[in-house]
């Protein structure tokens, strides 16, 4: 088993790391050390408890792929995620939230995106997701869903 310890004479060692898949290891909080390794470009995680609904994660601006799973306990929100505009691929489990403010940027690079609480203007989120391919929804029987029209969407493939 190898343990992953930083503190402020390794972090600068870990600094340039691209790929850090830590599913195996199950954290009781977010490990904060991770917003300061802005070159990955592949994350992984498994928290047993987020302790803040808020993750701040647009620090993260290299980030292609993100995994998280965790307790499920709290609505997670994710902070930042519209400045995040390599992002490719997003998995939370069990589930997530998103809110679109203002002029946020619309992510072109987003193809997958599971699993989105449903929010209530699940249109302003789609818009702002234009070369989505697959999409995994979390309703539960307080859920008010209706599907979305599809049809001005951009349906070339690259």
Not at 22 to 39: A, E, T, Y
Not at 141 to 154: L, M, Q
């Amino acid at each position: 088993m190898r343990i992953l310890l930083l503190d402020r004479t390794t972090s600068s060692l870990y600094r340039l790391l691209r790929v850090l898949d830590l599913k195996n290891v199950s954290f009781s909080g977010f490990p904060s050390f991770i917003l300061q390794l802005i070159h990955l470009k592949y994350l992984s995680l498994n928290i047993k408890r987020v302790e803040m609904h808020i993750l701040p994660i647009g620090s993260l601006w290299n980030l292609e792929t993100f995994i998280l799973r965790h307790g499920g306990e709290t609505d997670l929100i994710l902070q930042g995620i519209w400045i995040m505009a390599k992002l490719r691929h997003l998995y939370i489990y069990p589930s997530f939230k998103i809110e679109v403010p203002p002029n946020s940027l619309v992510l072109d690079d987003l193809q997958t995106m599971t699993t989105l609480k449903c929010p209530n203007r699940i249109q302003d989120v789609l818009a702002r997701i234009p070369n989505l391919r697959k999409l995994g929804i979390y309703l539960n029987e307080k859920s008010s869903f209706s599907i979305p029209d599809f049809s001005a969407r951009n349906t070339s493939r690259h």
